[in-house]
């Protein structure tokens, strides 16, 4: 199974979280909020090749750690994924829009300079803001699009500009939510538990409950979990082929 973003360190345990992700056979995406934290968060992780660490500045945070941005240039190279970046224009974090901007921007800029990455994104509030400044930034790399919700115009510019989605329990239990994965081509979309601030009914998920958004995805897709299971695995190979192409350019270059 494929857990595209999820905040392993934020767990009140990360090593349970790690265990769960590691006895399910589940594939990590381990997004981190501030430069200054991906060190540490590749470290909760040494060894388990099935945990990647991505190095992030989420928006929410933007107006408070701008000063790590010191740290990218160093920290890039490092990377084979970017993420959690992006804007979010929702109620409580839209007056520093354009500070959330200037800290995408910089990243969108560095990840460009290094040759691209793939980059987990959120869009909250700010879905055609974001879809701006990766029009801006062509050489970026690959977007994919974590927890999408904006219009169904939005969600077809996206697909115009090559990106991908990563849906989750949480965003699929709406009916928003599941009529946009219902649009998503099946050939970009990978799964996600955003955990653990997405929740279920009261339960924070962990990186095994990605199975539950492939129970919702047969539902929506009218088609058996095997056929979905096998289309997420192979989206992922050929995200993960997108990665590891341009790390090792930039790597040996």
């Excluded at 199974?1 to 056979?25: E, K, Q, V």
């Excluded at 109620?91 to 901007?101: H, I, M, N, S």
């Excluded at 990563?166 to 990978?190: H, T, Y």
């Amino acid at each position: 199974m494929i857990d595209f973003h999820c905040h392993i360190d934020l767990y009140d345990s990360p090593a349970l979280a790690l265990d769960r992700a590691l006895t399910s056979n589940t594939f990590v995406l381990s997004v981190t909020t501030t430069p200054k934290a991906f060190l540490g968060t590749q470290k909760l992780a040494a060894g388990n090749k099935s945990v990647q660490t991505a190095l992030g500045f989420h928006p929410q945070l933007a107006h408070e750690r701008a000063d790590e941005l010191a740290l990218i240039d160093y920290l890039m190279p490092q990377a084979r994924f970017v993420g959690e970046i992006g804007l979010d224009g929702s109620v409580d974090f839209k007056e520093y829009l354009e500070l959330q901007k200037m800290v995408f921007r910089r990243m969108l800029t560095a990840a460009a300079q290094f040759g691209g990455r793939v980059m987990s994104i959120h869009s909250r509030g700010a879905a055609t803001e974001v879809l701006d400044m990766l029009e801006q930034h062509p050489n970026a790399g690959t977007p994919v699009l974590h927890w999408f919700s904006g219009t169904k115009a939005e969600l077809s510019r996206a697909v115009s500009l090559g990106a991908w989605f990563s849906v989750g329990p949480a965003m699929l239990k709406s009916a928003k939510g599941r009529e946009l994965a219902r649009l998503m081509p099946k050939g970009r979309v990978l799964t996600e538990t955003d955990g653990p601030f997405a929740t279920l009914k009261g339960r924070v998920l962990y990186p095994n409950d990605v199975r539950l958004a492939i129970d919702a995805l047969s539902d929506i897709w009218g088609e058996g979990d095997g056929p979905v299971g096998a289309q997420i695995t192979s989206n992922f190979h050929k995200l993960n082929s997108i990665a590891d192409a341009i790390f090792v350019q930039t790597e040996f270059a």
